[in-house]
């Protein structure tokens, strides 16, 4: 059975860092593409960062420069630093993966639909 365990939520004051992670069982990451999103409330789920097809590495352009996405295929698990945290980083955080699809440009990362179960970050001004 395919599971994704998040972990490393917290609360923290604005400015302050954290390390989300990520932990897969039933199946290696390194064959899929790997990602974070979160979801304010009242609010739709967004990509905050992705691992590509290739190790090609995509952010939102609001946490560019803050937060960084890796991998770590010997623990078969995905992290995701935080740092200079702003109070609109405020969220449930999922990591997610998805298949990579064959193609040319060394293909794409197909829908995401493996999820797990969300880890809260919550960041006080």
């Known amino acids: 059975q395919v599971q994704l365990m998040e972990s490393g939520g917290g609360s923290v004051q604005a400015g302050g860092s954290l390390r989300l992670s990520c932990t897969a069982s039933g199946y290696s990451m390194g064959l899929t593409c790997l990602g974070w999103f979160r979801q304010a409330p009242g609010k739709e789920r967004d990509e905050v960062a992705v691992i590509g097809t290739l190790g090609v590495t995509r952010y939102a352009d609001s946490v560019k420069g803050r937060f960084t996405i890796s991998t770590d295929s010997k623990n078969n698990s995905q992290y995701l630093q935080m740092d200079s945290l702003r109070p609109e980083d405020t969220a449930m955080y999922y990591c997610?993966?998805?298949?990579?699809?064959?193609?040319?440009?060394?293909?794409?990362?197909?829908?995401?639909?493996?999820w797990g179960q969300g880890t809260q970050v919550t960041v006080s001004s």
């Open positions: 997610a993966t998805a298949a990579k699809v064959a193609g040319p440009y060394g293909g794409r990362c197909g829908t995401f639909n493996t």
